[in-house]
């Protein structure tokens, strides 16, 4: 017998069988698994290698919320201790849980909860090689495949980034923000695509300008030179109730336009 003739799911199968009682002649005769590997497997004494993360062949609106996110807030980095981390920190706590959530799914590994930093925020890691170096060699122009499935999946992509890089104040507007001009075209582009109409993409803080660098608790406001321009995308009015019904925020605070202090 040759070394991986099997599957991990072959393994997974069979030994599922196995707990429901049957015996290693049975499982064989509906597997097609010669009993002495059976026996091996449900003995512990060998199993097939688990096989290496890849991406769905079919995309669903899990996979491409996810995709929004880590082309938004989450990050995706390698070195230190845990080499190849998949990482979200943000405010939210919903959010973060979410994100958990899914990516445990996608990566099928057990869902990891939040933890807590100093700074009032939520931090979900996850690890995986297979998914880093899938990410790093893909480009925006790959993921619209996985993003385009259906309209559902675009959906789901939308929410991503929007819960990441959006923002919105009840009765004015939502704003999304973003360095990268091309997913920010890429942006308008699926908005338009919902009939959702917007103003912009116009720059709002331009590459060399002095800005507020985010506070921390307990200490002052300090000030930073912008690397990028920032492009701001504006959505109102009907517009912006059409994308509240039709796209939406996951982030209840977001949804419902509220300031941060009001979920504290
Ligand atoms: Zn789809």
């Given at each position: 017998?040759?070394?991986?003739?099997?599957?991990?799911e072959d393994y997974?199968k069979?030994?599922?069988?196995?707990?429901?009682g049957?015996?290693?002649?049975?499982?064989?005769k509906?597997?097609g698994i010669?009993?002495?590997?059976?026996?091996n497997w449900?003995?512990?004494?060998?199993k097939?290698p688990?096989s290496r993360w890849?991406?769905?062949?079919k995309?669903d609106p899990?996979f491409?919320?996810?995709l929004?996110?880590?082309l938004?807030?989450?990050?995706?980095?390698?070195?230190?201790?845990y080499?190849?981390k998949i990482k979200l920190?943000?405010?939210?706590r919903e959010?973060?849980?979410?994100?958990?959530r899914?990516?445990?799914?996608?990566?099928?590994?057990?869902y990891?909860k939040p933890m807590?930093?100093?700074?009032?925020?939520?931090i979900?890691?996850?690890?995986?090689?297979?998914?880093?170096?899938w990410f790093?060699?893909t480009s925006l122009?790959?993921?619209?495949?996985?993003?385009?499935?259906?309209?559902?999946?675009k959906k789901?992509?939308?929410r991503g980034?929007?819960d990441?890089?959006?923002?919105?104040?009840?009765?004015?507007?939502?704003?999304?923000?973003n360095?990268?001009?091309?997913?920010?075209d890429?942006?308008?582009k699926?908005?338009?695509?919902?009939?959702?109409?917007?103003?912009?993409?116009?720059?709002?803080?331009k590459a060399?300008?002095k800005?507020r660098?985010?506070k921390?608790?307990?200490t002052?406001s300090?000030?930073?030179?912008?690397k990028?321009?920032?492009w701001?995308?504006?959505?109102s009015?009907?517009?912006?109730r059409?994308?509240?019904r039709?796209?939406g925020?996951?982030?209840?605070?977001?949804?419902?336009?509220l300031?941060?202090?009001?979920?504290?």
């Amino acid at each position: 017998m040759g070394y991986g003739k099997y599957s991990y799911e072959d393994y997974e199968k069979v030994v599922k069988l196995w707990r429901r009682g049957l015996s290693k002649y049975t499982i064989s005769k509906l597997t097609g698994i010669p009993p002495s590997t059976i026996y091996n497997w449900v003995t512990g004494r060998s199993k097939p290698p688990k096989s290496r993360w890849r991406p769905p062949e079919k995309p669903d609106p899990t996979f491409t919320y996810i995709l929004g996110v880590l082309l938004g807030d989450a990050t995706v980095t390698t070195g230190g201790k845990y080499k190849y981390k998949i990482k979200l920190k943000a405010w939210d706590r919903e959010f973060v849980e979410g994100f958990g959530r899914y990516l445990s799914t996608i990566l099928n590994k057990k869902y990891r909860k939040p933890m807590r930093t100093e700074e009032t925020l939520y931090i979900v890691e996850y690890y995986s090689k297979a998914f880093y170096d899938w990410f790093k060699n893909t480009s925006l122009n790959d993921l619209k495949d996985y993003v385009e499935h259906c309209r559902e999946c675009k959906k789901a992509f939308l929410r991503g980034l929007f819960d990441s890089e959006g923002s919105h104040s009840a009765n004015k507007a939502i704003y999304f923000y973003n360095t990268d001009r091309e997913l920010i075209d890429y942006t308008c582009k699926l908005l338009s695509e919902f009939g959702i109409i917007f103003k912009g993409p116009y720059i709002t803080i331009k590459a060399g300008d002095k800005i507020r660098a985010p506070k921390k608790k307990w200490t002052k406001s300090e000030y930073i030179t912008a690397k990028k321009d920032l492009w701001t995308i504006q959505i109102s009015g009907r517009y912006a109730r059409k994308f509240l019904r039709e796209i939406g925020f996951s982030i209840r605070r977001k949804q419902l336009g509220l300031k941060k202090k009001f979920f504290e």
